[in-house]
């Protein structure tokens, strides 16, 4: 009788080990620092065209990267709109496409960004566009 409630404990933690690791393996990580207030991307996914990143940085921090990496990949903005619940910016790509980002703050010091590229979403691209916002996030705080 214990043998068998031991055996059912054990395979209980075996199937339940790898639910609480998932989150940790489904978040990626950015550090700029050991411990030095590292600028760090909380979570990221792509999903039905849409990326999504949930940045440990304020809104206005990530507004003013993502609008400079608009800027520095060539992509003129045509419209943009900020405010204390949300920030959403308009662009279009030389060949047409539409890029749009919605910037969410979740609390003062955490924000999502959500990109798309497209009716359809293009996912490289996308992730191009994240991957300029961080690395303006990670200088900014270094200078």
Not at 71 to 96: H, M, Q, S, T, W
Not at 130 to 142: G, Q
Request: glycine residues 6%.
């Amino acid at each position: 009788m214990a043998y068998a409630r031991k055996a059912a404990k054990k395979k209980a933690r075996a199937t339940l080990l790898p639910l609480l690791l998932l989150p940790f393996a489904l978040t990626s990580c950015l550090a700029a620092g050991a411990g030095v207030g590292a600028i760090s991307a909380v979570g990221s996914a792509y999903a039905k065209g849409l990326y999504s990143s949930t940045e440990a940085v304020s809104l206005n921090r990530l507004w003013a990267s993502t609008l400079y990496s608009l800027e520095n990949l060539g992509i003129p903005v045509e419209r943009k709109n900020l405010d204390e619940n949300r920030g959403f910016i308009f662009a279009r790509r030389a060949d047409g496409k539409t890029v749009q980002i919605e910037l969410i703050p979740q609390s003062p010091r955490i924000s999502q960004l959500r990109i798309r590229v497209g009716t359809f979403g293009d996912e490289s691209f996308s992730k191009l566009i994240a991957e300029r916002v961080h690395l303006k996030l990670t200088k900014t705080r270094n200078d």
